[in-house]
Nanobody, 124 residues
Framework: QVQLVESGGGLVQAGGSLRLSCVAS????????MGWFRQAPGKEREFVAG????????YYADSTKGRFTISRNNAKNTVYLQMNSLKPEDTAIYYC?????????????????WGQGTQVTVSS
């Protein structure tokens, strides 16, 4: 059974930073791409960032490019999302997910396991 557990969310003022972590168990992540998604109240889940199986390729939504950085440590079975220059519109529940593919994609249907999410709230 694959389990993904996110942590690092919280309340931060606009312009601040947070670092999210996602630890996996039940599956060795080093062969698979990982992604971060978010869902705000009343909105659909959207792609935030993705990283290829070895960390060599990263992908970002236009809204997060230049502010967020995704990375991974396969030895620790962990993926990270460093979020800088946070804005109130970044407020959402953030989810990590793993895909059976080696390279990340932006569609939620490409991912087969999901974490429970961590709340990020950015105050203005």
């Amino acid at each position: 059974q694959v389990q993904l557990v996110e942590s690092g969310g919280g309340l931060v003022q606009a312009g601040g930073s947070l670092r999210l972590s996602c630890v996996a168990s039940g599956r060795t992540l080093r062969a698979y791409a990982m992604g971060w998604f978010r869902q705000a109240p009343g909105k659909e889940r959207e792609f935030v960032a993705g990283v290829s199986w070895n960390g060599g390729n990263t992908y970002y939504a236009d809204s997060t490019k230049g502010r967020f950085t995704i990375s991974r440590n396969n030895a620790k079975n962990t993926v990270y999302l460093q979020m800088n220059s946070l804005k109130p519109e970044d407020t959402a529940i953030y989810y990590c997910a793993t895909t059976y593919r080696s390279y990340a994609h932006s569609g939620t249907h490409e991912y087969d396991y999901w974490g429970q999410g961590t709340q990020v709230t950015v105050s203005s």
